[in-house]
């Protein structure tokens, strides 16, 4: 009975501390604006391995150019106006790093 009394503790403390570790990454999070070229990954870009049409967004930092991914609802929402033809445009949210790409949860997305 001790024991699991020991470890339902100790399971109530790990939580605990998930929930404020997960708490601390949303609020460090802070939104952006990116400016660039609204475009398609696969369609433009021909980017290597890619087998289906994906928004993003290619900004210049100083001499390159870099690309953000929007996440998988801003992507199908704004894919039509870009699919067959760039765009520039603006994209306001929260910037992430997953599987070596950039990742945006946009907020906003406008066209120029």
Same mark, same amino acid.
């Not at 009975?1 to 470890?7: G, N, Q, R, V, W």
């Not at 993003?56 to 929402?77: A, F, Q, R």
């Given at each position: =009975?001790? $024991?699991?009394?020991? =470890?339902l @503790?100790? %399971?109530? =403390?790990?939580?605990? @501390?998930? %929930? $404020?570790?997960? #708490?601390?990454? !949303?609020?460090?999070? !802070? +939104?952006?604006? %990116?400016?660039?070229? *609204?475009?398609?990954?696969?369609?433009?870009l021909?980017? +290597?391995?890619?087998?289906?049409?994906?928004?993003? *967004?290619?900004?210049?930092?100083?001499?390159?150019?870099?690309?953000?991914? %929007?996440? +998988?609802? &801003? &992507?199908?929402?704004?894919?039509?106006? *870009?699919?067959?033809? #760039?765009?520039?445009? &603006?994209?306001?949210? $929260?910037?992430s790093?997953?599987d070596?790409?950039?990742?945006?949860?946009?907020? +906003?997305?406008?066209?120029?």
């Open positions: =009975m001790k $024991t699991a009394l020991t =470890m @503790l100790g %399971l109530g =403390m790990a939580f605990a @501390l998930v %929930l $404020t570790a997960t #708490a601390d990454d !949303k609020k460090d999070a !802070k +939104e952006v604006t %990116l400016k660039g070229t *609204i475009t398609c990954a696969k369609c433009d021909k980017v +290597e391995g890619q087998t289906k049409c994906h928004t993003v *967004i290619k900004v210049k930092d100083g001499d390159k150019d870099v690309v953000y991914w %929007l996440d +998988e609802t &801003s &992507s199908k929402k704004n894919h039509k106006e *870009i699919c067959q033809e #760039a765009k520039k445009g &603006s994209v306001k949210g $929260t910037v790093e997953k070596g790409k950039k990742w945006v949860k946009a907020t +906003e997305v406008k066209f120029d």
